[in-house]
């Protein structure tokens, strides 16, 4: 077996709170799996890279994108009437690369069209593509009418939700993607307006456990969110508005808040004379009550995982997850908590813990290189980077 020593560096390793220096880890390079880690490396390896005393980190797990969709404004957004599947697929692998080259390692894609996701997930699972892995919801469950209906099923009983969600299984999703609520995008619903009823979400959400997958709900105001958690979905998306009420449901359920701060910042505050005018006023008036929620929800010490929403307006593939984590402190996580939500929180999340989302024996060589200590500066996750993805550069 061949295998490769990374030493001198300073390791995050998702599991302590502190970079440990004079770190080093050896990597299986069939495998691309970590055999061994500790301090102050072995003098013999096949293959010794020294990584010049940086600081190592595991990949960031994204764990709400949406593939299909294209941010550059030349090709089409998700759920446009004039995307063909080829076209769908074009653009959900160039976001790929974009996201692996800025050190995303992982993604939970949550609605993307013509089940783009799950096909690509199932070549990068067979090494086919070299791809951040893909835990795939292909399209969502809406109501009829309901947010982003136009690429998802449509479903207007628990009967027709079941049906819905044993048939996205059937495709090969990953998790089911259940609209709750409105949203911010779409004229005629508000983020308030509640939309899948909390017996319609749990038919999906009992399907997707009983097949050991998970089930998340895009929710935005408090009726909806409440809706979501008594169905039993492993995260709550956006969660605008948190009543303590709320946030006592989260930590009694244990369910992830993925909060997407970068969805609604990108039409707030990039998306001036670029998105239509209802769209900035939604996007205006939630913001102080959605970073208000996610700060009491993170010092209540609710689990939270990062997402960003990516494919939303001015919201891209590149370094918007690393800004993202800068948002989520600026709205009074701590930066232990960002690095947390984007590693080892967004693994249990997608259920891929046992072999992701840390730096230790046993899991995958997934891992980013930065010039600084993130916790020190969060901004240090969106300079220039290294990425390796089970022990491969990428470049
Ligand atoms: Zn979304």
């Given at each position: 077996?061949?295998?490769?020593?990374?030493?001198?560096?300073?390791?995050?390793?998702?599991?302590?709170?502190?970079?440990?220096?004079?770190?080093?880890?050896?990597?299986?390079?069939?495998?691309?799996?970590?055999?061994?880690?500790?301090?102050?490396?072995?003098?013999?390896?096949?293959?010794?890279?020294?990584?010049?005393?940086?600081?190592?980190?595991?990949?960031l797990i994204n764990a709400h994108t949406?593939?299909?969709?294209?941010?550059?404004?030349?090709?089409?957004?998700?759920?446009?009437?004039?995307?063909?599947?080829?076209?769908?697929?074009?653009?959900?692998?160039?976001?790929?690369?974009?996201l692996?080259?800025h050190g995303v390692?992982?993604i939970?894609?949550?609605?993307?069209?013509?089940?783009?996701?799950?096909?690509?997930?199932?070549?990068?699972?067979?090494?086919?593509?070299?791809?951040?892995?893909?835990?795939?919801?292909?399209?969502?469950?809406?109501?009829?009418?309901?947010?982003?209906?136009?690429?998802?099923?449509?479903?207007?009983?628990?009967?027709?939700?079941?049906?819905?969600?044993?048939?996205?299984?059937?495709?090969?999703?990953?998790?089911?993607?259940?609209?709750?609520?409105?949203?911010?995008?779409?004229?005629?619903?508000?983020?308030?307006?509640?939309?899948?009823?909390?017996?319609?979400?749990?038919?999906?959400?009992?399907?997707?456990?009983?097949?050991?997958?998970?089930?998340?709900?895009?929710?935005?105001?408090?009726?909806?969110?409440?809706?979501?958690?008594?169905?039993?979905?492993?995260?709550?998306e956006h969660?605008?508005?948190?009543?303590?009420?709320?946030?006592?449901?989260?930590?009694?359920?244990?369910?992830?808040?993925v909060p997407t701060l970068i969805a609604v910042y990108g039409?707030?505050?990039?998306?001036?004379?670029?998105?239509?005018?209802?769209?900035?006023?939604?996007?205006?008036?939630?913001?102080?009550?959605h970073i208000?929620?996610i700060?009491?929800?993170?010092?209540?010490?609710?689990?939270l995982a990062m997402g960003t929403d990516a494919?939303t307006?001015?919201n891209d593939f590149r370094n918007d997850s690393g800004f993202e984590l800068q948002l989520m402190v600026e709205a009074?996580c701590?930066?232990?908590q960002t690095l947390?939500a984007a590693?080892?929180?967004g693994?249990?999340?997608?259920?891929?813990?046992?072999?992701?989302?840390?730096?230790?024996?046993?899991?995958?060589?997934?891992?980013?290189?930065?010039?600084?200590?993130p916790?020190?500066?969060i901004k240090?996750v969106q300079?220039?980077?290294?990425?390796?993805?089970?022990?491969?550069?990428?470049?």
């Amino acid at each position: 077996m061949s295998k490769t020593l990374y030493h001198h560096f300073a390791l995050f390793d998702g599991i302590t709170d502190r970079f440990e220096p004079n770190a080093y880890f050896v990597v299986d390079d069939e495998t691309g799996k970590i055999v061994e880690t500790g301090t102050n490396a072995p003098s013999k390896a096949d293959r010794t890279v020294d990584l010049g005393n940086k600081f190592v980190m595991p990949g960031l797990i994204n764990a709400h994108t949406h593939i299909t969709s294209d941010v550059s404004g030349k090709l089409e957004p998700l759920g446009s009437p004039k995307l063909t599947p080829i076209l769908a697929t074009k653009i959900a692998l160039d976001n790929l690369q974009d996201l692996l080259k800025h050190g995303v390692t992982y993604i939970r894609d949550v609605g993307a069209d013509f089940d783009v996701d799950i096909e690509l997930s199932k070549l990068e699972k067979g090494g086919h593509i070299l791809s951040p892995g893909i835990c795939a919801s292909g399209r969502p469950l809406a109501m009829t009418g309901g947010h982003f209906c136009t690429i998802g099923y449509e479903v207007d009983s628990p009967d027709e939700a079941r049906k819905a969600a044993r048939s996205a299984l059937k495709n090969g999703a990953d998790n089911i993607k259940l609209m709750a609520t409105g949203g911010v995008s779409f004229g005629g619903e508000s983020p308030d307006d509640v939309q899948l009823t909390e017996e319609e979400m749990r038919a999906a959400v009992l399907e997707a456990h009983h097949k050991g997958r998970t089930a998340n709900a895009h929710a935005q105001g408090t009726e909806g969110i409440k809706n979501a958690l008594r169905a039993g979905v492993d995260s709550v998306e956006h969660a605008f508005y948190l009543d303590d009420e709320a946030i006592q449901m989260f930590l009694e359920k244990d369910t992830f808040i993925v909060p997407t701060l970068i969805a609604v910042y990108g039409i707030s505050d990039r998306g001036e004379g670029q998105v239509p005018d209802f769209m900035l006023d939604v996007a205006r008036e939630v913001k102080k009550a959605h970073i208000e929620s996610i700060s009491k929800a993170a010092k209540a010490g609710v689990k939270l995982a990062m997402g960003t929403d990516a494919g939303t307006p001015n919201n891209d593939f590149r370094n918007d997850s690393g800004f993202e984590l800068q948002l989520m402190v600026e709205a009074g996580c701590t930066p232990l908590q960002t690095l947390q939500a984007a590693t080892v929180n967004g693994a249990r999340l997608l259920k891929i813990d046992n072999e992701f989302g840390t730096l230790e024996a046993g899991k995958f060589a997934d891992f980013i290189v930065l010039d600084g200590n993130p916790l020190d500066d969060i901004k240090s996750v969106q300079e220039e980077k290294r990425v390796f993805k089970k022990g491969k550069e990428i470049l």
